[in-house]
């Protein structure tokens, strides 16, 4: 074999096995840079005669151009392996859900929340809202409850330190003080709930030391207790989402309401589960009653004038009776899987037309 030849055999050899650009970088130097064995044939054709010339120097130039056109299309492979890689790293599986499952969900109580406001907007009550650290006042006092009134004792009232004024502020125990506030604000008449977190120092299975409750107020010139009984037995149906709901008004005694009824519904407990509307038992739901003379004047508004139905209720209660969820201190543990197995769907806000429960 001429040299000519073997040199020819090793270059395409080499720029073949050259793995990347980098060694077909290589190559080409060896192959064909200015000291490569190529150019000094080329060079060395200066010696001959032009006949012996013109036939070698056709010969370099032939493994010349196979040279360059084998460095070519090396490039050109290792070019299109590359993208075939990047391509198949980037692969898409475009049959995958467009976006992950939503990881958060709405909490019991906020759906609740919502779903009584829904019911009780449509019924003309807006929402009202009151702190949770309260005078002891607003919380007490305005309520028909003097500081030596025995009611404020079973409220297990968390205190805060005194301020430098001597006053002594507490963890509200109800939502009640919501109703001295907004008649202090806006006077009669007025139509409004207001749901929050409400603070006792009590804890067992059916009692944690925050929990929630939905306080309602409706002032006019003629509302009566009948009012209060038409609305909460609306509330209920729609709440529940049966017709059959029967409530019991039980006589009973708030400071700040005369009279006042506890509100019982018709259920059955047999089988270890509550099922309303149904069977032999009673289960107590709310309190309320036609607001007393003495907190309509701590509001600022004239009880000779005006007259009207508060209640208070539970909302964890509520949200328990309703979806089934036994133990109240699930509510409050921050369980990822509890949220899982008990939220909602964030996306589905309750309304009246779309069904309330989402
Ligand atoms: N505030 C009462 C409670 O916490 C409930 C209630 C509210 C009763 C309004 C009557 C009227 O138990």
Redesign the pocket.
């Known amino acids: 074999m001429s040299d000519l030849e073997s040199l020819r055999t090793r270059l395409l050899a080499e720029i073949a096995a050259a793995a990347d650009d980098k060694a077909l970088e290589t190559a080409r130097v060896e192959a064909l840079g200015k000291k490569s064995a190529l150019m000094g044939f080329l060079r060395d054709l200066g010696g001959l005669d032009v006949e012996a010339r013109k036939a070698r120097g056709a010969e370099v130039n032939a493994v010349k151009a196979q040279v360059e056109e084998a460095f070519a299309a090396r490039k050109a492979g290792l070019k299109s392996a590359a993208l075939e890689a990047r391509l198949a790293g980037e692969r898409l599986d475009v049959t995958l859900p467009a976006r992950p499952a939503s990881a958060g969900s709405t909490h019991p109580i906020s759906q609740v929340t919502e779903e009584v406001t829904a019911i009780f907007a449509d019924m003309g009550f807006s929402l009202r809202e009151g702190p949770q650290i309260e005078s002891d006042w607003h919380n007490f006092d305005a309520l028909n409850m003097a500081p030596e009134h025995p009611a404020r004792q079973e409220h297990d009232t968390f205190f805060m330190s005194p301020r430098p004024d001597g006053s002594r502020h507490v963890l509200r ?4 003080p919501v ?1 001295i506030r907004t008649l202090l604000e806006e006077g009669a008449p007025v139509r409004f709930i207001a749901p929050g977190r ?1 603070y006792r120092s009590d804890y067992d299975m059916t009692h944690t030391p925050m929990f929630h ?1 939905l ?1 309602g107020m409706a002032i006019g010139k003629d509302v009566t207790m009948a009012n209060l009984k038409w609305v909460l037995e609306e509330f209920l149906k729609a709440f529940f989402e049966i017709d059959n709901v029967e409530l019991r008004f039980r006589a009973s005694h ?1 400071p ?2 005369e009279p ?1 009824a506890e509100v019982d519904v018709r259920c059955d407990r047999s089988g270890g589960k509550i099922k309303l509307g149904e069977g032999n038992d009673w289960l107590e739901i ?4 036609m607001v007393h003379p003495n907190v309509l004047r701590a509001g600022g508004v004239d009880p000779d004038q005006w007259q009207g139905f ?3 209720m539970g909302l964890d209660r509520l949200a328990m009776l309703k979806y089934g969820i036994a133990d109240l201190r699930g509510f409050f543990d921050a369980d990822l899987r509890w949220l899982r197995h008990y939220g909602f769907n964030p996306l589905n806000v309750p309304t009246l037309r779309g069904g309330v429960s989402g």
Request: proline share 0%; charged share 5%.
């Open positions: 125990t109800h939502t009640s109703q409400v409750q306080e708030f700040f309401t006042s709310l309190g309320s009653g508060a209640f208070g």
